[in-house]
Nanobody
Framework: QVQLVESGGGLVQAGGSLRLSCVAS????????MAWYRQAPGKQREFVAL???????NYAESVKGRFTISRDNPKNTVYLQMNSLKPEDTAVYYC????????WGQGTQVTVSS
């Protein structure tokens, strides 16, 4: 059974930092591209960042220079380091394992106060 479990969300003031973690089980983590998405209230889920099996990364324009995605294959974990947070970063953040089939975590809430 595949599971993606996110953690690390919370309430932070604007300008602060958080690090999200997503631990995967039931998959061969090292051969899967991983990504983070987010969904703000009343909005569609949107792409945030992606990391390939080779460690190549890609970011949404809105988070470039502020967020960093990384992975630790022995720990089956993907991280999202979020710095200089803004109120518009408030959302539920989801971990996604790309492939056929796709897998998603349950999400972790990030709230940035102004």
């Amino acid at each position: 059974q595949v599971q993606l479990v996110e953690s690390g969300g919370g309430l932070v003031q604007a300008g602060g930092s958080l690090r999200l973690s997503c631990v995967a089980s039931g998959i061969t983590f090292s051969i899967r591209t991983m990504a983070w998405y987010r969904q703000a209230p009343g909005k569609q889920r949107e792409f945030v960042a992606l990391i390939s099996t080779a460690g190549s990364t890609n970011y949404a324009e809105s988070v470039k220079g502020r967020f960093t995605i990384s992975r630790d294959n022995p720990k089956n974990t993907v991280y999202l380091q979020m710095n200089s947070l803004k109120p518009e970063d408030t959302a539920v953040y989801y971990c996604r394992c790309l492939g056929t089939p796709d897998y998603w975590g349950q999400g972790t809430q990030v709230t940035v106060s102004s």
